[in-house]
């Protein structure tokens, strides 16, 4: 995600006649990634936020937990709900970086205990999938097991990080979902160890992923689901499934000493909504971590039936475990960019 220059855009203004002193202090500062995610927040969550708590919505874009780390260093964070990624959220509410959440204020009915923590909620999923390209003279891949076979000939490529990648080779081998944690490090680099000379590209950003697919580059690879469907969208020879893929979440948190942390907790609590969690996933195919969204009538049945969250589907993934990462990720970082490289 590349950071986009400080925009303040206000979204909506409060119901009636304010003064610049009442505006000020109604305002709430919401931070995300930017690009596509962030314009489909902004009609799900923040500008019916801001119309249902009559208060103006400004919005930022940053590019991870650095940013949020270098605002309450300052002593005056920018900044009143901020989107991570899952293991950053674990990380900043380990180092004090984020104010404990009030429960409540946020409803969790639909939320399972697992997508948050004290200081953090999951906000949206997305899912690591198999993808591959539908062309006739490609090799058929439709599950990891074969993904992972150096027999199934193919050119293919894999996420550049140890977390997601581990535990899809893992399942490869016959690890059950909801068996994956602890990992079985030593498994999984002897299951990537037997592809590896037909892995030709080790992907770092979403539109790389999008891109080697697109260009036939790869017959068949990891990627998120929202990347490879915009591909199939698009009318892309491609296809994915769902089986065995990884669930992951971005979650919303309010920086340590946030200046309107009342209304980071209302805005959270809409952003939790059943009725915003459903809104988002018809705007961008991320999923609803609320399960009480299947339930709204807003998802329509066809789409319902894709998610990988919805109750029809969700046996069929693995749920990343941050927490599990937040004690590993250093050590296994050092060794899987040494296995790359050598």
């Not at 900044?79 to 984020?98: F, P, R």
């Not at 490609?138 to 050119?155: L, Q």
């Not at 969690?277 to 961008?284: C, D, G, N, R, S």
Request: glycine share 6%; net charge negative; charged share 25%.
């Amino acid at each position: 995600m590349k950071r986009v220059t400080w925009s303040k855009i206000t979204l909506a203004l409060a119901v009636g006649i304010v003064t610049v002193q009442g505006q000020a202090a109604s305002s709430i500062i919401f931070a995300g990634w930017g690009g596509a995610l962030q314009d489909a927040e902004r009609k799900a969550y923040l500008e019916p936020a801001a119309k249902q708590l009559g208060v103006t919505i400004k919005e930022d874009t940053m590019d991870g937990l650095a940013a949020v780390r270098a605002q309450v260093m300052s002593g005056k964070p920018e900044w009143d709900v901020v989107e991570l990624a899952s293991n950053d959220c674990v990380l900043a509410e380990a180092q004090g970086l984020t104010e404990p959440l009030d429960y409540s204020v946020i409803k969790v009915d639909g939320v399972d205990d697992k997508l948050r923590g004290k200081n953090w909620i999951a906000s949206n999923a997305y899912s690591t999938v198999l993808a591959w390209t539908t062309e006739k003279d490609a090799a058929k891949v439709r599950t990891w097991k074969e993904f992972f076979d150096p027999a199934v000939k193919g050119p293919r490529a894999l996420y550049r990080q140890p977390f997601t990648t581990l535990e899809l080779a893992l399942m490869a081998d016959g690890v059950a979902p909801k068996d994956l944690y602890p990992l079985d490090v030593d498994r999984a680099f002897k299951v990537l160890e037997r592809i590896k000379p037909q892995v030709v590209n080790w992907w770092s950003s979403g539109s790389d992923s999008a891109q080697l697919l697109r260009s036939r580059e790869v017959d068949f690879l990891s990627i998120w689901a929202s990347r490879v469907d915009e591909l199939k969208k698009s009318g892309a020879p491609v296809d994915y499934t769902y089986d065995h893929a990884l669930l992951d979440y971005d979650c919303v948190v309010v920086p340590k000493g946030a200046r309107n942390k009342a209304g980071a907790m209302q805005l959270i609590n809409q952003i939790m909504s059943p009725e915003s969690q459903a809104k988002l996933v018809t705007l961008i195919p991320n999923p609803p971590i609320n399960v009480k969204a299947y339930d709204t009538g807003i998802i329509p049945a066809e789409l319902a039936a894709t998610l990988p969250t919805a109750p029809a589907n969700v046996d069929k993934t693995a749920l990343f475990d941050p927490r599990w990462w937040q004690d590993h990720q250093a050590e296994l970082q050092r060794r899987f960019d040494l296995f790359i490289q050598n």
